[in-house]
């Protein structure tokens, strides 16, 4: 990224920009957003056209909006998400607790499952038990890389509210698999 603050890119204003200026905000912002995208799609690819088709979208557009940080999250959102529905696939985040118990009860009777499977399947479940906000946060970085200025500038949170969710969240799961622990103390 660049070391120009969100600030500097937030303040310009879209109804006079020159296409440097639009290049500067595109190199700026179209990494993170990308990766926000490919939290939703899970498919590299797809959050680079998302990204770039509204890009595309906002130089054509005769709205500029007034909030162009919130409006970018906003709009790569919402895109992301109609092509999750256009490509019929629905994010973990949206199935109901009765489908995923469904899903869960289907995939045993396919096969015998490992002990790692079945680990795998305690800390879903035991992850998906955080609060909606620390499971996001946990998941932005344990799972999707995002650093903790990227999560706190995303969220728009503190830096210091990011590590504290996640400190939050590792004493949750460490509390939730302490059996896990305690069986392969006595297994070894």
């Known amino acids: 990224m660049s070391s120009k603050r969100d600030s500097d890119f937030t303040e310009i204003t879209l109804d006079q920009l020159d296409l440097s ?20 799609v899970r498919d590299h690819e797809a959050s680079r056209s998302i990204v770039n088709d509204l890009f595309v979208q906002l130089w054509f557009s005769k709205h500029k ?25 629905v994010p973990l985040s949206y199935v109901v ?19 790692e499977s079945d680990k795998l399947q305690f800390l879903q479940r ?10 996001l946060v946990f998941r932005l970085y344990r799972l999707e890389g995002f650093s903790y200025a990227e999560i706190a ?24 698999a302490k059996h896990l622990i305690d069986a392969n103390l006595t297994e070894a």
């Open 65 to 89: 909006p007034d909030n162009l940080k919130g409006y970018l999250f906003r709009a790569v959102k919402n895109a992301s998400l109609n092509y999750l529905r256009k490509q019929g696939n």
């Open 126 to 135: 035991v992850i998906a038990e955080l609060p909606q906000r620390r499971q």
């Open 97 to 115: 607790e009765d489908e995923l118990r469904d899903l869960s009860d289907l995939s045993m009777q396919e096969g015998a499952t490992s002990n």
């Open 153 to 176: 500038e995303l969220l728009q949170i503190s830096v210091r509210t990011v590590e504290d969710h996640l400190a939050k969240s590792m004493e949750f799961i460490h509390a939730r």
């Open 21 to 40: 200026q639009f290049e500067l905000i595109y190199k700026h912002w179209n990494a993170l957003l990308q990766r926000y995208s490919e939290y939703y």
